[in-house]
Structure formats: structure tokens, C-alpha cells
């Protein structure tokens, strides 16, 4: 599932693209995606059609599209949701859902295989769709707080990992950032929250900024064409990987090979020796 900098390099490939633009026609391909749109496809299409695009804003791992009537359409890319801008003369792409055409010619088209993502309309959301208030600032957002943070986090009876992976604690972090911060901080992810102290905490938050600056410079993990930016590039972070996927291979910090583990029917990447795994929640 895309993460925080692969839904943040979409987001800024919206902004340069459809902010300001008109929407002429849209297109309901299948009525999958827009199943939370519950008046139906043909609703949703026409109360659209007309609406002009203002910008393109995120939280998390949600994105939506501010529209200048106050409304917003709010997306989720799910395991394999893709916007991108094309030509209407360029082919129809195999998992087309949904269509905008702007008034500059262009459509802006929801592509998803695994149809597990999805569009809706929101109404009154062009600031902050309702429907999202529940999930957390990420890291990189400057209104983050880090102290705030610390506390709820320190308040949890839980592993470090499944805090990460909370979206109303964090957003945007996934499995993959959250492997690559724990190992940025020297941190096993089955560490106790409760055991954490504030300075533990504040160098975890560093790992998982840097990881997430250093993806979004390279546009984000792509290990397949499932994620993709608005013009079709994948994102080349997974050459950079340090745990995530190297199961076997040596660790760079002390040459360990890279260990994996079941966690909650995923996987976990960890280095041995540079993340012991804590005995009764402490080091």
C-alpha cells in the first residue's frame, strides 16, 4: 500500500496538473470505487461535472481535491490506486475506473486494479474532509507535535511497530517506513511504548523523517507498476532500503543478515545485532 511519500509525490503531481482546471465530463467505469458515494455512479458524476479542481492537499495516507464550491473529493489509493494525467488520445489504460476530463483538454483518470481504493465526494471538506478529522498528523506536517506525541505514545501498552502503524497516533507510516525508521533507530519493533523514554522517542521520530525525506526525493518505494507517480514514473527508493525486502542479505551497519518475522500478517525486517529484540518489553 502506498505510504506517506508515495502519496505525497501523487499529491504534488495534482497540484501541478488539475489545480484551477474545470471539470467538463466525468466518467464512472465501474461502480467500485465510488461505493461510498452512496447516491451512485450517476450521481456522482454529475454532481461533479462543472466543479473546478482548487488544489490538492493530504493527510496521511488520504488525499483529496478541493473543489471552489467548499465540497472536496477525497481518494484513497488503497493496495493499487492510481491518478494520472493524460491525453485522451493516449490508450485506455487496463484498470481505467473513472474519468475527469478538464477543460484543458486533459483527463485526470483513477486507475486501480485491486479496486480496494476509492473516490467519494465530501461535502463541506475542501479544508479537511470530515470524514478524515479521526486520523492523525504525520511527521512531516509542521503543525506536528512532537511532545504530544511522546506522551500518547509513552501512554500505550503496546509494540513500537503497531503504534507506528496506528493512523490515529501517526499517519503515513506504513510497514515499510516503520521497518526502515526502527532500524534508522536502533530499535526492535517489538519494543514496549510504555518502557519508551522521551528522548528514545524524539530519535525514533528523527528515523522516521529522515527515511521519509530520503524516499521522497527518490519519488517513493515502487516494487511493481502498481504504484506510480501522475506521469507514470516509479519511485526508486527501494534501491536505498536498508531491512525492508533484504531478508538473508547482510546488514550494512555490522553485516548481520537481515532477519524477517510474521507481524500481523505482514512482515518485519529487522538486523539482529543492530535491533535485539527486548526482553519483557525493555532492552
Known amino acids: 500500500m502506498p505510504e506517506l511519500p508515495e502519496v505525497e509525490v501523487v499529491r504534488r503531481g495534482l497540484v501541478d496538473h488539475v489545480a484551477g482546471r474545470l471539470i467538463d465530463r466525468v466518467e464512472v467505469l465501474h461502480p467500485r470505487p465510488v461505493r461510498r458515494h452512496l447516491p451512485g455512479p450517476v450521481d456522482f458524476a454529475l454532481r461533479l461535472t462543472g466543479e473546478r479542481f482548487t488544489g490538492a492537499s493530504r493527510r496521511g495516507k488520504y488525499l483529496w481535491l478541493p473543489l471552489d464550491s467548499g465540497d472536496a ?8 490506486g492510481q491518478f494520472l494525467v493524460q491525453p485522451p488520445q493516449s490508450p485506455t489504460e487496463r484498470h481505467l475506473r473513472v474519468v475527469f476530463t478538464l477543460d484543458d483538454g486533459m483527463q485526470l483518470r483513477f486507475v486501480d486494479q485491486r479496486m480496494f481504493g476509492g473516490l467519494s465526494i465530501s461535502e463541506g471538506g475542501a479544508e479537511l474532509p470530515p470524514e478524515i478529522v479521526h486520523i492523525a498528523r504525520d511527521p512531516l506536517d509542521p503543525d506536528f507535535d512532537e511532545l504530544e506525541f511522546s506522551r500518547r505514545l509513552r501512554r500505550r501498552r503496546t509494540g513500537i511497530k503497531r503504534a507506528l502503524l496506528d493512523q490515529t497516533l501517526i499517519s503515513g507510516v506504513g510497514n515499510i517506513y516503520a ?46 507498476a502498481l504504484y506510480v507517480a501522475v506521469n507514470g514514473e516509479s519511485g526508486y527508493f527501494s534501491r536505498s532500503l536498508e531491512v525492508y525486502g533484504r531478508e538473508g542479505e547482510p546488514c550494512s551497519r555490522c553485516g548481520t543478515p537481515i532477519r524477517r518475522d510474521s507481524f500481523m500478517n505482514r512482515s518485519s525486517f529487522t538486523c539482529p545485532r543492530c535491533q535485539p529484540r527486548p526482553r519483557n518489553g525493555r532492552w
Open 179 to 224: 521497518d526502515e525508521a526502527l532500524w534508522l533507530a536502533r530499535m526492535h519493533y517489538a519494543r514496549a511504548t510504555d518502557t519508551m523514554r522521551r528522548p528514545e522517542v524524539l530519535r525514533l521520530l528523527a528515523g522516521v523523517r529522515e527515511v521519509m525525506v530520503a524516499a521522497l526525493a527518490q519519488g517513493g518505494t515502487s516494487f511493481d
Open 73 to 80: 473529493v477525497l481518494a484513497h489509493l488503497g493496495m493499487s
